[in-house]
């Protein structure tokens, strides 16, 4: 297997385990204060990469523009409903969802761009649909996570171990978690939509990611101004932040980091679908965490998800 095809692969791997880290925060760390943590993470770690390479030049007025709107939708919103959607219904759904992020952006090309959606693209549509559709019906006593099950050590950037207590179990209506999941497609969608044109001016991938996830950072900071933001900040933790910064690490600076590797010397079409198997990779996680195998028909749903995605990238 090429060089690129690994690399796609290991970026959707490492999506997953960040997924898998944000809901070990369930009940521990509030919504806001995980977001804030996570982009001043994020900030620093893509900042340092871009200073190092000297991106910031490649940054004018309009493209400063450009991603700023990216940022207010694609990391702002996005970021704020995929942890509550992590939070509401668990990483396995969560990613699932996160699979409507094609078919929403071939919709947006088609109205604003001038885009044209083929057969093979519309079929591709359906099959994510029937895809999360599938899964999503599956038994809810898997998705239930309480009961006994392993207790999990992991290794934050800095090699502390931290003894991870099991998340609260998922309970009450999915319909929450699902619109949340939805409206975090939507907003990855257009964040890459007001990206593109900066991105195809020459702007240097670390420091479109740096720039984004600063003005982020900055405005979770500036929240912090309300009462009632900074009534709901936890104690701090230092495992917490570990986890915080781990799913970070993991999610944003490596995954991020080897898609575009992956990007850079292979097909884009091909590399597009291999990184959109979290919601398969995420499966086995999900099983080593609560100990029991998740149901047939969420593999199925998770493939029809990814043929659905390969359907619309390849064509």
Excluded: N
């Amino acid at each position: 297997m090429p060089v690129s095809e690994l690399l796609a692969i290991a970026s959707a791997f490492c999506i997953a385990l960040s997924s898998m880290l944000v809901g070990e925060l369930k009940g521990r760390l509030p919504l806001l204060q995980l977001a804030r943590w996570q982009m001043l993470g994020a900030f620093a770690m893509t900042s340092a990469v871009s200073l190092a390479l000297g991106g910031w030049k490649t940054v004018g007025a309009w493209q400063f523009g450009m991603l700023a709107l990216s940022s207010l939708f694609g990391i702002a919103i996005a970021s704020t409903t995929y942890f509550a959607a992590i939070y509401s219904v668990g990483p396995r759904i969560t990613a699932l969802l996160f699979s409507l992020t094609s078919p929403f952006a071939l919709a947006l090309g088609y109205v604003f761009l001038g885009e044209t959606i083929g057969g093979r693209q519309g079929a591709g549509i359906l099959l994510v649909l029937a895809g999360i559709v599938l899964a999503i019906g599956a038994p809810r006593r898997f998705l239930k996570r309480g009961g006994e099950r392993p207790s999990l050590t992991v290794v934050a950037p800095a090699a502390i171990p931290l003894a991870v207590e099991p998340a609260p179990p998922v309970a009450g209506p999915l319909w929450p978690g699902i619109a949340l999941g939805a409206v975090t497609a939507l907003g990855q969608a257009l964040g890459s939509l007001f990206a593109r044109p900066a991105m195809a001016a020459g702007v240097e991938p670390f420091t479109a990611m740096a720039l984004r996830s600063g003005l982020a950072a900055a405005f979770f900071v500036a929240l912090l101004a309300f009462p009632a933001v900074r009534a709901t900040r936890a104690p701090f933790e230092a495992g917490a932040l570990g986890l915080a910064l781990g799913a970070t690490f993991f999610g944003t600076a490596l995954g991020m980091s080897l898609l575009m590797a992956a990007l850079h010397g292979g097909d884009v079409g091909i590399v597009s679908t291999l990184s959109s198997m979290t919601p398969v990779l995420v499966l086995p996680m999900v099983w080593l965490r609560s100990g029991e195998r998740p149901p047939a028909t969420a593999w199925a749903g998770a493939l029809l998800a990814i043929a659905g995605t390969a359907l619309i990238s390849l064509s």
